[in-house]
């Protein structure tokens, strides 16, 4: 187990993200959760070197805790889990500015050879091939 942070980007909430109720549009959730594991593959540099190859959702899922409103400040994390199959996760939790878990959003991703149009069978070792900073991809990478 480490002690290290996942990686983080924070987010603030735009008016027209909102639905009826004045609360966050829960397919925003999902937007955010996005654009945290690609800043993350992008900071890790596991998208420059991936020439021919790309990361694939296959699967999320979220658990939705706390209401998120118009212009509030969120941190929202991600971390990614290899095992030794062709799939990977990335976890990504959504804060509120004081701390409050407001969502939690687990993604299976794959890693697909984009001319052969299949996920490959080691993610993990094709990114660390491709120069990818495994450290900052997941926190479950020794230190």
Request: with cysteine; proline share 1%; hydrophobic share 40%.
């Amino acid at each position: 187990m480490t002690d290290r942070e996942p990686f983080r980007t924070r987010i603030k909430v735009r008016h027209y993200e909102l639905d009826t109720l004045g609360h966050l549009n829960h397919a925003v959730y999902h937007s955010y959760g996005e654009v945290s594991r690609l800043e993350l593959l992008e900071k890790a540099g596991a998208l420059g070197g991936l020439s021919g190859f790309a990361a694939v959702l296959l699967e999320s899922h979220i658990v939705f805790r706390r209401e998120i409103r118009a212009s509030e400040e969120l941190d929202v994390t991600c971390d990614a889990k290899f095992g030794s199959g062709k799939t990977f996760s990335m976890d990504t939790n959504i804060y509120k500015a004081d701390g409050t878990l407001a969502a939690e959003i687990t993604c299976t991703l794959g890693l697909m050879d984009l001319e052969r149009r299949k996920l490959v069978a080691d993610p993990r070792g094709r990114f660390a091939e491709a120069g990818a900073d495994l450290k900052l991809l997941s926190t479950a990478e020794g230190d």
